[in-house]
């Protein structure tokens, strides 16, 4: 009988284990997700500052300011989306703001403006921030996922619920490719 209630014991300080290791797991998916948030938020923050100081040197450049500005629109607007839409929008807004950004080369005037250099390494901080919250959201989504998956976690995860997190990564194939870099 003792033998009995030791083992039902046992099992069931296992289960709580396993269920608070769940909870633990989920709680960093959420962190990690709220960090990318806010990273995110600053960057499309700098942005009306950034262009503002842009649009005097680059009037003729239309085109560009306006994909900028659709892009973070459309950022805004995923900011409630799912990991992956907010990943496609984000990637798209990265993208317009590398077009603005290359396009600027090509003033000098520009270049040279103070302003314009502050705004440009605000930028640089805040993508360095969102590589790091992405690669801590995506370690806490590894970390959730595997105890969903594995034995015999499982057993305790479906019942109560939890269910496997989307990573956060990016839409556009050229964005991981490694930039080639030429010296002339």
């Not at 709580?16 to 989920?26: A, D, H, M, P, S």
């Not at 995860?157 to 990564?169: D, L, R, V």
Request: hydrophobic letters at 45%; zero cysteines; charged letters at 20%.
């Amino acid at each position: 009988m003792w033998i009995i209630l030791a083992v039902i014991v046992v099992a069931a300080v296992y289960a709580v284990t396993i269920y608070n290791g769940l909870v633990k797991n989920r709680q960093m998916v959420e962190e990690g997700w709220s960090g990318i948030d806010v990273q995110l938020k600053r960057r499309t923050d700098l942005i009306p500052n950034l262009m503002e100081t842009v649009k005097g040197y680059m009037g003729h450049e239309r085109e560009t300011l306006e994909a900028v500005t659709n892009a973070r629109a459309a950022a805004t607007s995923a900011a409630s989306g799912s990991p992956g839409e907010r990943a496609k929008a984000e990637g798209q807004l990265s993208s317009a703001l590398g077009r603005l950004i290359a396009t600027a080369e090509a003033y000098p005037d520009l270049k040279a403006n103070t302003t314009f250099l502050e705004f440009q390494a605000a930028l640089q901080t805040v993508e360095d921030e969102i590589q790091m919250a992405r690669r801590y959201y995506n370690g806490a989504v590894r970390n959730l996922n595997v105890m969903v998956e594995s034995v015999p976690s499982n057993f305790i995860a479906g019942p109560f619920g939890f269910k496997k997190a989307e990573y956060f990564e990016l839409e556009n194939e050229a964005d991981r490719a490694v930039p080639s870099v030429k010296f002339n």
